[in-house]
């Protein structure tokens, strides 16, 4: 590590599906240091495929958290065997795959408090700290039932359930994954001391005793009352009750015991890092633990995000995440609170199918089928045929989802249509490998411009001001020169530079550490601004790729919307029938 000061570092960890992530930072948020491991690699004897297990006759999908501990070891090993002065280190903060529950037992706060330091995480805490020994992972499906009890519980249904929580049901949200290991694991389940979500289970690694859930990232568990800033009751008796949700104050009582305080206070400190750190690393006792947050709340994070600034994360998954002042939920998308600006919320739009969509249609470019996805192959094809509507002309519309999708609600599957915006009807379509391509790309950017609108609209705006581009898909220029097209970007669009890159999650925590130890008592926004300079507009760390929107080329993709809401309906409708007539085909 080169790093001529002797001034405090702070670290930020990501625990994400694939990798555990370190990012070490100095004062002015210099990276310094990132280093990680994957998960399936590096450490193989855990069985992972990209960091998750499946059980498909369930689609059910989780992780051991016994290979977390491991590599919590490897990773602080590493950064240690690299050079870090972790006796420098003034604080420490983090982000976490979002939903995910980890399930302690009651052995577990006397073990997390004695840690000794000659021995390894993973050997002491593992298997008696936890009275489970997976994680539900984000992309798991099976609390197809549970979903359904959580949205029908207000009379207003899935509507008023994201009023009260800011989302309707999800599989993946923590609450029905807490009644579904409930009703499946009941044994488990009375022998569970505490429930962290993954962002707060390395937190309580750290402390050494289990950390409170952070704000923004209990806005994903479908069981925080966003208005009353508190556990909904009556939700808690929902996802405590085998049978029918009773208000019976014993279990509500249990479950919030489970659960615990939520951090509201976004720049106090959970407290100082626990003694078995500064024994076995040397990590000073004043050291401090800021709290830790969901991997998407920690993506508003790295940089300083105006009111109406979008990212669009083009990773593994495809998220659309907005900070906004202004709370209009919906059925939609998702609304939580923002973690570190108080009376903000972040606004998210969370797709399953992303980087394996768009690497499917990038390998059948080449004539070689068992050749590797083709960037420059794919790059051309859409900058040659950009699909650009010219109303009325047809327009064509592809779906391409090789996992089960989020939003819309449909199987894997593959659709090709054409759209005739005179007539306003669809034909099923063939057409080129190659138009693939730029299909595939105005889908996935289609529907984050018809799901955000709506939120835009509230603030009388059509497009975000900013857009920043995140995730492997970033640097490609075909990707920026759709999203103008089709998103907009009052001033244009943006990626980071190499410092924030696949980092965003990470850095965003190890700004956080800075924050809570430098910052504290000052806003969020005013001390990050000032600690980013001259950088703000253009510099190192964020770079504009495209100039502000067109708008009359903006508006031509109007039609491109209309056409994507019909192929969707039309989708589900067929999907409906299917599940009401599986017979019939
Ligand atoms: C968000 C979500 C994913 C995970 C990825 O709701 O489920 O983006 O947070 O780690």
Redesign the pocket.
Known sequence: MTDQSQGPLYIGFDL??QQLKAIVISSSLDVLLEEHLTFSEDLPRYGTKNGILTDDSEKAVFAPVAMWLEAIDVLMDRLRDNGVDLSRVAGISGA?????SVYWSKQAEPLLASLDPMKTLVDQLSPGAFSNQTSP???DSSTTQECHEFDIFFPGGPQELAEVTGSKA?H??TGPQILHFLRKHPEEYSQTARISLVSSFLASVFLCKVAPIDIGDAG?MNLWDIHNNQWHPPLLALASSADSPTTEPSNVDHLSTLLGSVHTDPSASLGPIGAYWTNRYSIPAACQIQPFT???PATLLPIPLAPLDAII?LG??T?FLMNTPSYLPSPSY?LSPHPTIPNSYMF?L?YKNGSLAREQVAKALSPEPTAPPNWPLFTSAVLSNPLTPTPPSPIKIGLYFPLPE?IPPLPSLTARYTYDPFNKSLTTSTWPPATDAPALLASQLLSLRLRSAPLLAASNALTPKRIYLAGGAANNRAVWKMVREIIGGEDGVWVFGDEVGGNA?ALGAAGRACWGCEGRGMGWEGWLRGRWGGDLMGGRRVRRVEEGWDRAVWERWSEGVRGLEMVEGELLRKERVARESPGLD
């Open positions: 994400s599906t976490g795959q979002q939903h995910g992972n984000w992309q999800h993946r949200f994903g969901g991997d998407n994360s593994t998954s998220t998702h998210m969370c989020i999650g």
